[in-house]
């Protein structure tokens, strides 16, 4: 008997260990569980310190994704159809830029507030690729009618929807899109952006770690994304108000700023911008966009040609031109270059009339720059700076350009380059006839370049043309000439010209042109 207690209390211990132990586990599994939860789907202040480098980590699952097939794109006319707010407004304007600079057929509407439709089908084939709305709100909230006849045709026809949304409110807006499984959060401030690595939109714009610094404006708006068909392309930190009680955003967390409908839900791809496109990076994601969604058929060659004129290498008032010092700074900014570009050259354009009519440092510095001649490319602009057309005859041309040819000669300069400048491209367009034969008899000039043809602005309007078997390139100007040559002066300070140069406005030229020409 009292063996059997014994083996009874045994049991009874055995028993409440063994359901101890059971609730512990428990309790331990379920605090791990929720901590996971809540760091996966809700951006904590953690994520503030998070490097965009380390993906794992960001409030998102970033991983390959497959989008929906878009349709057969010869179904439709290679032209995009944009509705704006108003023929002036200043986004439309951008957008419309974007695509006469990209060389894309585009038609305007004014967006309907409930009106009808423009006509989308013509002789059985789609009349548009692609749809971009101004204000994204205008296509959220059209009648069901238009909605339900401009959604099924973007599904027969495979066309995608780019909108845009910009906080118009003064105070912190927070909403649903109708529609989507996603929150929306407005007017606000934001730093620190990445790209999305995985995303398929990606194609001129390459993904990079964290770019540091505060984007411009504080009317962004940003989503919450909670759900897989719906990827982020952008991610940026939001700067929350302080004195915003309780706030319904985490500070310092990483939301998307443009993100990818992937057409899981209801066949038709989206891509939404919480912005205007000032930031230099929506620019570029916004090309990347167009081309995607439009099946390839409107896209950028990945290839870019730069040639970076600098004229009036020798010309310039004493005080004002390069000494030893600037010319070593070209060599230093030609090398920097070339680690991003593939044989990257400056190409100076000399009038030999000036050389040595400086200080004794500058003359000190013409020296210099023809001691490393070698190291440049060089082209001829005219021996005294003259305007071609104030000369009325071939022959006084021809008595320039051998000045220019024997100075070249003398100091080891090139001349089989086939390339030259006038100066203010005088004479080439309109044609001064004798510039083309006075340049194809002493120079055997192939190439130039000019801003007039056909229109002097906007610049995205310039076109090439060849005359007299010269062909002429349409140039590009950076807004610095020779009586404004110094970094210090450049407008918005040196700061302005640095960022221009590391990846906003001047990158932005180079990707929107085969050519840049650069004139300093």
Known sequence: MSFIMKLHRHFQRTVILLATF??????????YLYSGYKQENEPSEMMSEVDCGDFQHLPYRLMEVKAMKLSDASRTDPTVLVFVESQYSSLGQDIIMILESSRFQYHIEIAPGKGDLPA???????????????NILKYINMDSWNRSLLDKYCMEYGV???????????TLQSFQLKGFPFSVYGNLAVKDCCINPHSPLLHVTKSSKLEKGSLPGTDWTVFQINHSAYQPVIFAKVKTPENLSPPPISK????????????????????FFGNNLNFWLHKLIFIDAVSFLSGKRLTLSLDRYILVDIDDIFVGKEGTRMNTND????????????????????????SGKFYHTGTEEEDEGDDHLLGSVDDFWWFPHMWSHMQPHLFHNESSLVEQMILN????????????????????????????????????????????????????KPARYRRGFIHKNIMVLPRQTCGLFTHTIFYKEYPGG???????????????????????????
């Open 22 to 31: 059971c609730m512990v586990s428990i309790i331990i599994s379920a605090y």
């Open 120 to 134: 989308l089908i013509e002789k059985m084939k789609g009349k548009y690729i692609l749809i971009i709305y101004e």
């Open 160 to 170: 995608g929807v780019i909108g845009f949304h910009k906080s118009s409110e003064k």
């Open 252 to 271: 310092g967390a990483f939301y998307a700023t443009v993100i990818h409908d992937l057409g899981l839900h209801d066949g038709i791809q989206r891509v």
């Open 327 to 350: 010319v070593k700074a070209l060599l230093d900014t030609q090398n920097l270059l070339r680690a991003q570009i593939t044989n990257f050259t400056f190409n100076l354009g000399f």
């Open 405 to 456: 040819k024997k100075f070249a000669l003398e100091h080891g300069i090139p001349t089989d380059m086939g390339y030259a400048v006038a100066p203010h491209h005088s004479g080439v367009y309109p044609v001064h006839v004798q510039l083309y034969e006075a340049w194809k008899k002493v120079w055997n000039i192939r190439i130039t370049s000019t801003e007039e043809y056909p229109h002097l």
């Open 494 to 520: 040196p700061k302005e010209l640095d960022k221009s140069i590391q990846g906003g406005e001047l990158f932005f030229t180079v990707v929107l042109n085969p050519y840049l020409f650069l004139c300093l």
